[in-house]
C-alpha cells in the first residue's frame, strides 16, 4: 500500500532538490509540452492518480467501460486488420493493385475512390476535369464496380470504402456485385465513411445540406440493420479533424460529437438504439507523441461506452463499444528526406497499437510527394507485420495500462474532451456548431498555432527545420496517367448508349419520389444501381430535390 | 502613404484539403496584406472573376489532388483572355518537382511544396508583386 502522507514529504523534498539543481543545470526547455500542447510534468507518481478507481475508469479488457480495449484478448485471439487504403486511375489498375495487396498478406481492402466519385460526378462533367482517377479509383457506374472487385471474393474480405455524400449509391453498388457473384448481403463484411458532418468540418467532399444528408445516413443503419447486419454503416472519422490541424483532444470531442449527432439523428428518425449502434465505427488519427496517442485511443473509448450508456441508455453492450480503424498521420510526413517517413509512420502505428486498433493503415513514405509507389506501400505493411510479430507488444492487452503518466494523460484528455462537448451541446449540437463554424475556428486556430510553432523552431521537425540536408529531387514517383479521363469518357458514353434507358429513367423518376417523401432511399438507389444508372445520374436528382450545401467560409 | 497588397487565395478543382491555404491565408493576413479565401471548388472561371472584381495583386492557388497540370494554367490563360498581365499567380500544395518547369513556362510564377515556411511566401509576394504600391 502507497502510504501517500510519506510519498508527499519525500516529492516536496525532493523537487525542492531537483529545482535547486537546475538552477545550474537548467532542462532542455522552460516547458515540456506534449504533440497538442498540453504541458508535462516531470515526472508521474502515485500522486497524480490518488483517486484512482480502477473498477470504474479502466475495468478488464472487453468489458465497461472498455479503456483497455474492446475485446477481451485483444492480439492474442487475433490481430488488427492491416488494411492499406489504396486506389487510383481506372478499376481495372485498382483491381490489380488490390490483388497485389491481398498476395502480400494484407487482410482487408480500403478502396479510394477520386474525387469526381466523392462528390457525385460522373467522370464526363465538366467540374471533373483533370481529376478523373487522381486521388483513387473512377467509378462511375455498376460497371465500374463489377470491375474492381473482379475475381475478389466479397464474402472472403472485408472491404472498407472512403465514400461519404454519396455512400448509398456505392454500397448499393457493392450489394448488388455480391448478388451477382452469388454472395447475398448478410454475408458482407466492410465499412463505409458515410460520415458527412466531418465533410463539413475537415475533409470538404460534402454534396447535400446536413438535413437530408442526416436522413439518408439514418435510412443507411435502418436498411444495413436488417439487410446487411455486418457491415459498419458508418465510420465516425476524426482523422481529417485531426490533418486539418486539432489537437488530440479535439480530435475525440469533435468526433465524439458528431457520434452524438448521429445517435441522435437516429432515435429521432425513430430507430431503437441498440438495434443501430452496434454497427457504428470509429476512425482516428495517430500522431508523433507516442503516450499522449495511447491514451487519447483509451480516453475515447472510455468517453463513448460513459455516453451509449448513460445519455443514450444503450443495454446492448456492443452499443457501447467505440471500435475503430487508425491512419497514421499523413500531415506530419515532410516531403524533405522522405525515407524518414518510414521511422514517424513507425512509431505512429506503435501509438495505434498499444492504444488498441482494429484495424490500421501505414502511410507509405512517398505521401508528402504524390500517390504512393507500390515499393513504398510494401514498406509501410511491412512496418505493421514487424509490430505484430517482431515487437512484441501484441502478445498482452493494453501494456501501458497503470503507467502514471499514461493514465494521468487518458484522464487528462477525458476531461478536457468532455468540457469540448458540453459546450457544444451548449450550442445546440454539432450540426449547430458547425453551421456556426465554431468547430472549424477550434481547428483553424491550433493548425495556426502549429504552424508558428514550427516556424520559430519551437517544435522540431527533423529533415524540414532541423538537420537540414541538400536534396536531389525524388525519382519514380507514381503518375496517374492523364489518359484516364478519356477511357473513362469513352465507357460511360458506351455504356449510355448500351443500357435499357427506358428503365434508367423509370428508376431514377421512382428515386425523385421517393427523395420527396420519408420513404428509405436505399430501396430505389439499389433498383437504379441495377438499371446501370450513373452515379452522377443518381447524385443529380438528389441535388435537385434536396439542394447543396453552402459552406460558411473563413480563416 | 502605401496601399495594403490584396491577395485571393483560391482552392482550384475539387479537393478539399484547406488547412494549407486557411494557413496561408491568416499569415498573409498577419503580415499586413488584405486576403480574400475563395473556399473550396472553385473553376478557374470563378477564381479569375473573383480576382478581377475584388482588384487583386495576387493569387496564391493551392491543390493536393494532383490536378495542377490541368488547373493551375487555365487560371493565367484565362487572366490574359480577359487582359490582365500584372497579377502575380503562384502556387502551392502537393507537387511534383518535376511539374515545376511546366507550370512555370505556363506562367505560373513559383510553386511552393509541403514545408514551406509562411515567411517565405510573404518575402516572395513582396518581391515579385507586378503592380506599385504607391498610390
Known amino acids: 500500500m502507497t502510504d501517500f502522507n510519506k510519498l508527499e514529504q519525500d516529492f516536496s523534498l525532493w523537487n525542492a532538490k531537483v529545482e535547486k539543481a537546475n538552477e545550474k543545470h537548467p532542462e532542455r526547455k522552460k516547458q515540456f509540452v506534449t504533440g497538442s500542447n498540453a504541458p508535462i510534468n516531470r515526472v508521474y507518481t502515485p500522486l497524480d492518480q490518488k483517486d484512482f478507481d480502477y473498477v470504474k475508469q479502466l475495468g478488464l479488457p472487453g468489458e465497461f467501460p472498455f479503456t483497455r480495449g474492446v475485446q477481451p484478448t485483444m492480439y492474442r485471439g487475433r490481430l488488427w486488420t492491416m488494411r492499406q487504403y489504396a486506389g487510383f486511375g481506372t478499376a481495372e489498375e485498382s483491381n490489380k493493385r488490390y490483388k497485389y495487396l491481398l498476395e502480400q498478406g494484407q487482410t482487408g481492402l480500403s478502396v479510394a475512390f477520386d474525387l469526381p466519385t466523392q462528390i457525385g460526378y460522373d467522370s464526363d462533367h465538366p467540374l471533373s476535369e483533370g481529376e478523373v482517377g487522381k486521388v483513387g479509383v473512377a467509378i462511375d457506374s455498376l460497371e465500374d464496380m463489377e470491375v474492381l472487385f473482379d475475381g475478389i471474393p466479397l464474402d472472403k474480405v472485408s472491404t472498407s470504402m472512403t465514400i461519404n455524400a454519396p455512400a448509398s449509391v456505392l454500397l448499393a453498388m457493392y450489394i448488388v456485385v455480391a448478388e451477382k457473384q452469388g454472395v447475398s448481403a448478410e454475408k458482407l463484411n466492410g465499412t463505409i465513411q458515410n460520415d458527412i458532418l466531418k465533410e463539413y468540418i475537415a475533409r470538404g467532399t460534402y454534396i447535400f445540406p446536413p438535413e437530408p444528408s442526416m436522413r439518408l445516413i439514418t435510412d443507411i443503419f435502418e436498411y444495413c440493420s436488417k439487410n446487411v447486419p455486418n457491415w459498419n454503416t458508418i465510420s465516425i472519422s476524426g482523422y481529417h479533424i485531426r490533418e486539418a490541424g486539432a489537437t488530440a483532444v479535439q480530435e475525440v470531442a469533435f468526433t465524439l460529437a458528431d457520434g452524438i449527432a448521429y445517435v441522435e439523428a437516429a432515435i429521432r428518425a425513430g430507430l431503437d438504439v441498440d438495434e443501430f449502434a452496434p454497427r457504428l465505427s470509429f476512425f482516428f488519427n495517430s500522431h508523433n507523441d507516442l503516450f499522449e496517442e495511447v491514451a487519447k485511443f483509451r480516453a475515447a473509448r472510455r468517453v463513448w461506452a460513459y455516453i451509449m450508456r448513460e445519455r443514450f441508455g444503450a443495454k446492448n453492450p456492443k452499443s457501447w463499444m467505440l471500435r475503430f480503424h487508425t491512419q497514421t498521420a499523413g500531415s506530419t510526413l515532410t516531403a524533405q528526406q522522405p525515407d524518414n517517413n518510414i521511422i514517424r509512420v513507425t512509431i505512429q502505428a506503435l501509438a495505434a497499437v498499444l492504444g488498441g486498433t482494429q484495424s490500421l493503415h501505414t502511410n507509405s513514405r512517398d505521401e508528402a510527394l504524390a500517390l504512393p509507389t507500390e515499393e513504398a506501400v510494401r514498406i509501410a505493411l511491412r512496418t505493421q507485420q514487424i509490430i505484430a510479430y517482431e515487437s512484441g507488444v501484441a502478445e498482452t492487452v493494453d501494456p501501458l495500462a497503470g503507467s502514471y503518466y499514461i493514465e494521468s494523460l487518458t484522464d487528462r484528455i477525458e476531461k478536457e474532451a468532455l468540457q469540448y462537448l458540453k459546450h457544444i451541446d451548449d450550442l445546440g449540437g454539432a450540426v449547430k456548431a458547425i453551421e456556426q463554424g465554431y468547430i472549424q475556428k477550434e481547428i483553424q486556430d491550433s493548425a495556426y498555432q502549429w504552424q508558428m510553432d514550427v516556424e520559430k523552431g519551437e517544435r522540431i521537425i527533423v529533415g524540414l527545420n532541423k538537420f537540414q540536408i541538400e536534396e536531389k529531387p525524388p525519382k519514380g514517383l507514381l503518375r496517374v496517367d492523364p489518359a484516364v479521363g478519356e477511357r473513362q469518357k469513352e465507357r460511360l458514353s458506351a455504356l449510355r448508349a448500351r443500357r435499357n434507358n427506358n428503365m434508367v429513367i423509370s428508376a431514377l423518376a421512382s428515386l425523385r419520389n421517393t427523395a420527396r417523401g420519408t420513404e428509405n432511399l436505399m430501396f430505389p438507389i439499389l433498383d437504379a444501381v441495377r438499371a446501370y444508372a450513373t452515379l452522377g445520374e443518381i447524385c443529380e436528382v438528389l441535388r435537385e430535390e434536396f439542394g447543396e450545401y453552402q459552406p460558411n467560409v473563413m480563416f | ?135
Open chain 2, 1 to 135: 502613404m502605401e496601399r495594403k497588397i490584396r491577395v485571393l487565395v483560391a482552392k482550384p478543382g475539387l479537393d478539399g484539403h484547406d488547412r494549407g491555404a486557411k494557413v496561408i491565408a491568416r499569415a498573409l493576413r498577419d503580415a499586413g496584406m488584405e486576403v480574400i479565401y475563395t473556399g473550396l471548388r472553385q473553376t478557374p472561371e470563378q477564381i479569375v472573376n473573383a480576382a478581377i472584381q475584388e482588384d487583386v495583386d495576387v493569387i496564391a492557388l493551392s491543390i493536393l489532388s494532383g490536378a495542377h497540370n490541368h488547373l493551375f494554367p487555365r487560371v493565367v490563360e484565362l487572366l490574359k483572355e480577359r487582359g490582365v498581365d500584372d497579377i502575380l499567380v503562384f502556387g502551392g500544395g502537393v507537387i511534383p518537382e518535376e511539374d515545376i518547369p511546366f507550370l512555370k513556362s505556363k506562367g505560373i510564377a513559383e510553386i511552393f511544396g509541403p514545408g514551406t515556411p509562411t515567411s517565405k511566401t510573404i518575402e516572395f509576394i513582396r518581391a515579385n508583386l507586378k503592380r506599385p504600391l504607391d498610390r
